[in-house]
């Protein structure tokens, strides 16, 4: 059998932080588990030393589903649902916070163990990866009469050293690209793995819906629908000049090269992040006026906090934006791009102090966010300018409504 000019593994976690919850109780494996909750949620040890956990039911609040186990998904249960309503489906599914910093570690771990095997890493994410196989050694070599066995032992090797690292499964998808391993790692969930050459396009990815293919969003999936084009084998089967004439030349081409399972993109090892941000939304919907005082605070903290992330990754930013989301959904963004890069808790609640004039609070808040973009190494701030001079009034001052 001809083998393909590369091989690359998207490999994605199980599951992923409801399972890192589960080495920390591990006697829950098997149960409905929903990760979502606030802090007041998380488990309590009793003195006979057996659990009491939160359960779906007794939460009230707007808070969402981050991800479930696979047992909570055959009630219904996905991410991204509202716990409320995920509650209506299952009612006695375990509650439980979540905890960002474990998912950070565990993330580190089960990617240090994949390049210990293959180094060819693109980091895509907190639970998934893309991998260059084409180097590695033996992978092309066939075993027994299975010319893809050598393929499969390293995605074999890659999972059992994943394994080790952290006690977590994933599942794996090998094939010649990107495009279609993106794919492949969802088609045999969870723990699996596939591999898939060029010639298993018509009966595994053609029969597939349009969504399954990364690029096509809801808006693009809801045309191809109406168009009458349903399964990926449908996009193939249209003619790209027609193709073309309803998406734009450029979208309509890739729509076209994408049904046929054609991508060039290159593993990309390295890459600098565009932006840093920092969100929240609260509990209740929160007002401009009344609620001043509280929103000062919570800006206060949220510039606090990425500041500190840009420490922690040594990175700086000329622009400054803030993100609302009023009631009814309605999202406002405003930016502002300064002089010189800024890092600092204080400069950065400054610059969104402008951006907050610019706005109009005629509704109530349920989420404010900050973005420090155009990032630089902050070695190159301090070797391109002295650092601003300390200004002696407090930052708070002069800033319009909080
Ligand atoms: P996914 O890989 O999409 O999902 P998963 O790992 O939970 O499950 P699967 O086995 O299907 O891969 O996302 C990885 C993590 O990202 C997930 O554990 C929680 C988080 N996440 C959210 O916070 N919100 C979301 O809407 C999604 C989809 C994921
Ligand atoms: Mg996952
Ligand atoms: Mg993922």
Redesign the pocket.
């Known amino acids: 059998m001809l083998q393909p000019p590369r091989w690359i593994a998207h490999l994605?976690?199980?599951?992923?932080?409801?399972s890192v919850e589960l080495l920390r109780y591990p006697q829950l494996k098997g149960e409905a588990v929903v990760?979502g909750g606030r802090r007041a949620d998380a488990p309590q040890q009793l003195e006979d030393g057996s659990w009491r956990y939160a359960r779906l039911r007794q939460y009230t609040g707007r808070g969402v589903v981050?991800?479930s186990t696979y047992a909570a998904r055959d009630l219904g249960v996905f991410?991204?649902m509202g716990l409320m309503k995920a509650a209506l489906r299952a009612p006695d599914a375990i509650l439980l916070p979540a905890d960002f910093d474990s998912y950070r570690h565990y993330s580190r771990l089960f990617k240090a163990a994949v390049a210990e095997v293959a180094p060819v890493i693109e980091d895509r994410g907190?639970?998934?990866i893309y991998i260059d196989l084409t180097d590695v050694p033996g992978v092309r070599d066939a075993v027994g009469h299975d010319p893809l066995g050598g393929v499969k032992a390293v995605a074999r090797e890659i999972k059992n050293s994943v394994w080790r690292a952290t006690g977590l499964t994933c599942?794996i998808g090998i094939t010649p690209n990107k495009l279609l391993s993106k794919i492949a790692s969802e088609l045999d969930?969870?723990d699996g793995i596939t591999v898939l050459t060029m010639d298993d396009l018509p009966t595994r990815i053609w029969p597939l819906a349009v969504r399954k293919v990364n690029g096509i969003g809801p808006k693009a999936g809801d045309k191809l629908v109406k168009l009458g084009l349903h399964t990926v084998g449908d996009v193939a089967a249209a003619d790209p000049a027609w193709l073309i004439e309803q998406f734009g030349q450029s979208y309509g081409h890739w729509l076209h090269q994408a049904s046929h399972g054609l991508d060039t993109r290159p593993v990309v090892t390295h890459s600098e992040p565009v932006s840093v941000s920092r969100e929240t939304t609260f509990e209740r919907d929160l007002h401009a006026v009344h609620d001043r005082a509280l929103l000062g605070q919570i800006m206060d903290d949220l510039c606090e906090r990425l500041s500190h992330d840009l420490a922690r990754k040594r990175y700086a930013g000329k622009t400054v934006g803030i993100k609302l989301r009023f009631e009814g959904f309605i999202t406002v963004t405003r930016d502002q791009t300064l002089k010189t890069p800024v890092s600092s808790a204080a400069d950065i609640r400054r610059a969104v102090g402008q951006c907050l004039k610019r706005v109009k609070f005629d509704k109530r808040l349920r989420l404010m966010g900050v973005r420090v973009g155009n990032l630089v190494h902050a070695s190159d701030v301090a070797a391109a300018a002295p650092p601003a001079p300390r200004r002696e009034e407090p930052a708070r001052e002069n800033l319009p409504l909080f």
């Open positions: 994605d976690m199980d599951a992923f932080y409801a990760i981050t991800t991410s991204a907190i639970d998934e599942s969930k969870p």
